[in-house]
């Protein structure tokens, strides 16, 4: 009598006896010098994650650098354990919605949140005293950030593109904030600069074509604020101009306009440049679509004339031969003529 075999009980009874138990998706670790861990994914590649607090016994104490770099995490929890976040740590993370911040971070490496392109707010505690460059870089549908109060610098564009930004609170222990920081964050409409702020780098608000407000702290020892329009303390320098900010009256005061201070402003169609300027810095006017009519009241030497895209087109190059007067172009065109 032939016997009819069941595979499947065979198969399931092998497996009892030789299939490998099914693992457990586990971080990775490394030892530091100072006897603790820091922290990357290892084969933690999907889902909300906790970061532990200790690892054999010792503490994690540190985000590892890249360490969480494109995964497709959903949230992120820090514990108090924690001091650092590495750069790049959690780098083109699209899929993250959620972060939350021991309060034991004192500082958020470059690059450290960089195309997190779902993260739609974060909370920098007070433990904070640095973010580093390009830290929240394109996060674009970051819509608002709140900065701890003893954070002191805030590195180069780490803002940048973050286009869904319409406000942000810079604290008042602030000293210095990197070139590029809010570059491109076309929705913030207005901000306030401390007066602990004594160091401003270049393009800080280029491209924010919504801004219609820089406001500065009355007792802010290097900048003021008039109309809306950021100054050196004593307003002989134009800094950064609103790019929303309607109609353009230069004061009297000013003698220089600085570094990109009208960059991306595309919406001014004309400008009268007082008698009181006598030199334009890099980039002043770049991207000035709109720009169709400059009226030059006073003279300017080659020296003190940048030749680094001042304005664009031939500007300069028209205005050095020419002089005092009203040089006009047509919408989009490259070449100027004086009138």
Request: proline content about 5%.
């Amino acid at each position: 009598m032939r016997k009819i075999i069941n595979l499947s009980v065979i198969a399931l009874i092998l497996c009892f006896t030789a299939c490998p138990e099914p693992q457990t998706p586990e971080f990775s670790y490394s030892l530091l010098d100072n006897g603790t861990y820091a922290i990357s994914a290892g084969n933690v590649m999907t889902g909300d994650v906790i970061i532990p607090e200790t690892y054999d016994g010792k503490p994690v104490t540190a985000i590892f650098e890249s360490g969480f770099r494109s995964t497709a995490i959903t949230s992120i929890t820090i514990p108090n354990s924690v001091t650092s976040i590495g750069d790049s740590s959690f780098y083109n993370c699209p899929a993250l919605t959620g972060v939350t911040i021991g309060s034991s971070v004192t500082s958020i490496g470059s690059g450290a949140f960089i195309y997190c392109t779902n993260l739609t707010s974060i909370t920098i505690p007070d433990s904070v005293t640095s973010i580093g460059s390009a830290a929240f870089m394109y996060c674009t549908s970051l819509t608002s950030i709140t900065i701890g109060s003893s954070v002191t610098s805030i590195g180069s564009g780490a803002f940048s593109g973050c286009t869904s930004l319409t406000s942000i609170t810079i604290p008042n222990n602030v000293t210095s904030i990197g070139y590029g920081v809010f570059y491109g964050c076309t929705s913030l409409t207005s901000i306030t600069i401390p007066n602990s702020v004594t160091s401003i780098g270049y393009d800080v608000f280029s491209g924010c074509t919504s801004l219609t407000s820089i406001t500065v702290g009355a007792n802010n020892p290097n900048y003021s604020s008039q109309s809306g329009i950021l100054f050196n303390k004593n307003k002989t320098s134009v800094l950064a101009w609103p790019a929303a900010s309607g109609s353009i009256t230069i004061p009297a005061s000013v003698t220089s306009i600085g570094d990109s201070a009208f960059y991306w402003c595309t919406s001014i169609t004309s400008i009268i440049i007082p008698n009181s300027v006598i030199s334009i810095d890099d980039y002043a006017f770049a991207n000035c679509t709109s720009l169709t009519s400059v009226i030059f009241q006073g003279t300017i030497s080659s020296t003190n004339f940048s030749s680094s895209y001042p304005f664009p087109g031939d500007l300069r190059a028209k205005y050095l031969a020419g002089g005092i007067g009203i040089y006009t172009r047509s919408s989009g065109s490259n070449t100027w003529t004086k009138q």
